[in-house]
């Protein structure tokens, strides 16, 4: 059971700034967290996904390059497996087909030629003079007789113009023939040449060895690649390049039977500007999100900080007015308690008053009455000083801090008050020890004071004892206070006065013992030094005062 005479109501705010800080770090870290990790996942998955829709373009643009020779081809098969051979090797029929052709394929061919089995040329309709030309060596023609559907490389034949024939054979009873047309150079490159690719990025074609089979920013079409060696694979494979000191992302596929690989160069920049805008907004928008967190916790914290200002305002001037009555009823206690005391020393002198008055008319020359009198005289005196003595002790508790406050060594007061007391603690067989912490650190107090709190407690604990015991006086540091324990194990305190004995004239003993005023200028004392002073006790056991004093920090 305790009880703490100071009862301050600390209710102390936490810093603003430190609120500030706190909230800022909760509800930042995370959002910075899940913001940096969404931002790294996030552009990953953007990379990822964009080189994935690269190589989509790539694998749609390698089959619409080889759907247009497909039909190219499909067209040529069907002519053929449609005519004989007569009728088709007259100029005008070959002409009516190149012009059919043409506009059924956009102006895709260039020439038309039918060709017997031995190469020589039977008809033939186009700008060149190919009439009299024989094929037997040419290298589309010998390949054409084993596969019956040729697609060339680009090559100069005997025209000395680049350029691509699609040659198909006839096969009939009496022998085959074939049906040769040259594409249109300028619209497949056309085709090849995408426009998809941004500023940097280009498409072309190559063959195995690697020779241009359409033109390039790297050489022109029939010159050997500089930076692509062609090596099988299947579907579209990603690869990145060093191109004078510029980083190109290159996506490769096999067309035409696996004997051209469409070759796709972009500035790998340019390529992932896409995800590098994605990632700059996405950026954007976390920095907004922590922005508005900031915004809103300074303001949220402002509006906080207002709030419990004017709550605090409101408990202050409430803990005031408790005070204030507070103080009003123990003024009124004291007064009570005052006028009691000072009547009873009053009623005894108004009494000998009296008696002197009587005593002074009957006196003539009796020497008898004579000394009665002096002995009224001094009863009179001796109850003025106890009236003064009352009165004094309520002065000092009147009085807050009107001392000087000196940095002190404990150990000689406590000393002093030691030696005070013992005689009157062994002449009722009670034990007063003293223990000092050895280096204690000074403390601001009244010496004298001091002295006068200690010998309150040691007589109060006497009394408490009555006989046989032992009051055990303390002094240790702990953190940055020192504690002085005033330890008895005496009759102890009842829980229902425990909050009453620092009330002056509170107390239990009998009249004419005790004024109860002893622990309430105690208590008066102890916190004009800035200390405190707390009770506590168990009935029947024993009773503990403490008492508090903050550590002094300047030097003696
Ligand atoms: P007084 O000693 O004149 O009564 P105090 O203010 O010193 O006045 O004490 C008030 C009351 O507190 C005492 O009457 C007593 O009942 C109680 N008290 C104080 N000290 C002790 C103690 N060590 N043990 C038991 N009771 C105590």
Not at 175 to 194: A, D, K
Not at 280 to 286: D, K, P, T, V
Not at 504 to 524: I, M
Request: proline share 3%.
């Amino acid at each position: 059971m305790a009880t703490d005479s100071s009862s301050r109501n600390d209710l102390r705010l936490i810093p603003p700034r430190r609120l500030v800080a706190v909230l800022l770090s909760v509800s930042l870290l995370p959002l910075g967290l899940l913001g940096v990790s969404s931002w790294v996942i996030f552009g990953r998955l953007l990379n990822q996904k964009s080189l994935e829709l690269q190589s989509t373009i790539v694998e749609g643009h390698a089959k619409a390059i080889d759907l247009y020779i497909e039909e190219r081809v499909r067209a040529l098969g069907f002519l053929i497996d449609a005519r004989t051979v007569e009728e088709s090797t007259s100029e005008p029929v070959l002409k009516g087909i190149l012009t059919h052709l043409n506009r059924s394929y956009e102006d895709a061919f260039v020439d038309i030629g039918i060709i017997d089995s031995e190469g020589k040329h039977l008809a033939y309709f186009g700008p060149y003079d190919l009439k009299i030309r024989n094929y037997r060596e040419a290298e589309w023609f010998q390949t054409v007789q084993k596969e019956r559907i040729y697609v060339s490389d680009v090559f100069l034949g005997y025209r000395r113009v680049p350029h691509v024939v699609i040659a198909v054979r006839a096969d009939r009873p009496g022998g085959f023939w074939f049906l040769r047309v040259t594409i249109n150079s300028e619209q497949f490159e056309s085709i090849v040449h995408t426009d998809y690719l941004g500023t940097t990025g280009e498409a072309f074609i190559v063959n195995r060895q690697g020779r241009f089979q359409t033109g390039s920013r790297t050489g022109p079409v029939m010159e050997m690649s500089p930076l692509v060696s062609p090596a099988w694979h299947t579907g579209v494979r990603n690869s990145r390049l060093e191109v004078g000191g510029v980083t190109k992302f290159q996506a490769t596929s096999w067309l035409n039977n696996d004997r051209w690989m469409l070759v796709v160069q972009q500035d790998e920049i340019e390529v992932r500007q896409p995800v590098h805008e994605a990632m700059f907004y996405g950026g954007l928008l976390i920095s907004a999100a922590m922005l508005v967190v900031v915004v809103t916790t300074l303001l949220a914290t402002g509006y906080l900080e207002r709030e419990i200002g004017r709550a605090n305002k409101r408990r202050e001037e409430i803990q005031t007015a408790f005070m204030r009555s507070a103080q009003l009823a123990s003024i009124g206690e004291l007064a009570t308690g005052f006028a009691h005391e000072i009547n009873n020393p009053l009623a005894i002198i108004s009494a000998e008053q009296t008696n002197i008055k009587d005593l002074v008319e009957g006196l003539g020359s009796d020497e008898a009455l004579g000394r009665e009198l002096l002995d009224s005289v001094r009863r009179c005196e001796k109850q003025v000083k106890r009236c003064g003595g009352i009165t004094l002790k309520m002065l000092q508790f009147g009085r807050r801090g009107a001392s000087e406050l000196r940095a002190v060594k404990l150990i000689v007061p406590l000393e002093e008050t030691v030696r005070l007391m013992r005689k009157q603690a062994e002449l009722r067989s009670i034990q007063l020890i003293l223990e000092v912490e050895a280096e204690l650190p000074l403390v601001q107090v009244v010496s004298v004071e001091l002295e006068q709190v200690l010998v309150n407690l040691i007589n109060n604990a006497l009394h408490a004892i009555k006989q046989d015991g032992e009051i055990r006086i303390e002094a240790l540091r702990k953190l940055d206070e020192v504690l002085i324990l005033v330890q008895d194990n005496g009759c102890g305190i009842p829980a229902e006065h425990l909050d009453r004995i620092f009330e002056p004239f509170f107390t239990t003993k009998p009249v004419g013992q005790g004024t109860g005023l002893g622990l309430s200028v105690c208590y008066g004392m102890v916190h004009s030094w800035g200390g405190r002073i707390t009770a506590e006790s168990t009935l029947g056991q024993g009773t503990t005062f403490t008492i508090r004093l903050p550590i002094n920090s300047t030097p003696d």
